[in-house]
């Protein structure tokens, strides 16, 4: 089995944004006393993050459909980028809140557009192979970078969960532009 350049890319995109979602949740008392919050206050960091989640995708329904798919990708990965470099630097309960919120936004649309590049770039037969070898990024998120991120939140700073993150979609950026094709988009209306 060949691993194809744009599906890693693609995969780091993935495991990017799993650790950006759940990373937190291990280290929110932290975050909480950090920024001076209530712990009840803190879980609304979860909320911002869903609710970035939902706008993400209201863009990319109105504004992205016409746009070739590795700009959009590619403008997910900076939304990534300047999300979680917020995240890390907050400091205080609405500068994370709007970090969140940021950091969420991506989600939905590189998921979809993701998956959307994975089949349109498969070999035949291979489409299906492909989109699951992307989320595999979100899979390792949850076995491997959320605990790392929790041993190094509790160990040094959760600061530093959100940093790597940023660090890591400076790769994503990277990766999509030279692995990723261009991939103009096929019209089609807001129904199909």
């Not at 470099?85 to 936004?105: E, I, V």
């Not at 649309?109 to 959307?116: E, H, K, P, Q, R």
Request: hydrophobic share 55%.
């Amino acid at each position: 089995m060949k691993l194809n350049k744009h599906i890693a890319a693609l995969c780091i995109g993935t495991f990017c944004l799993g650790v950006a979602e759940l990373g937190i949740v291990p280290v929110l008392t932290d975050v909480a006393h950090s920024l001076h919050v209530s712990i009840p206050q803190a879980g609304l960091y979860i909320s911002a993050y869903a609710a970035g989640v939902c706008a993400g995708i209201i863009v990319l329904l109105v504004f992205a459909r016409s746009v070739n798919l590795k700009y959009t990708l590619l403008a997910a990965a900076v939304l990534i980028l300047v999300g979680n470099a917020s995240a890390a630097l907050a400091q205080n309960d609405y500068m994370m809140l709007a970090a969140r919120f940021m950091s969420g936004s991506p989600h939905g649309i590189f998921f979809a557009l993701g998956a959307v590049a994975a089949q349109r770039l498969a070999a035949e037969g291979e489409s299906a192979r492909d989109i699951t070898l992307m989320v595999l990024g979100q899979t390792s998120a949850n076995l491997v970078g959320v605990p790392l991120g929790s041993w190094i939140g509790y160990a040094f700073s959760w600061r530093i969960i959100f940093m790597t993150i940023a660090a890591l979609s400076l790769l994503l950026i990277a990766a999509l532009i030279y692995w990723l094709p261009s991939l103009p988009v096929q019209k089609k209306t807001l129904k199909e």
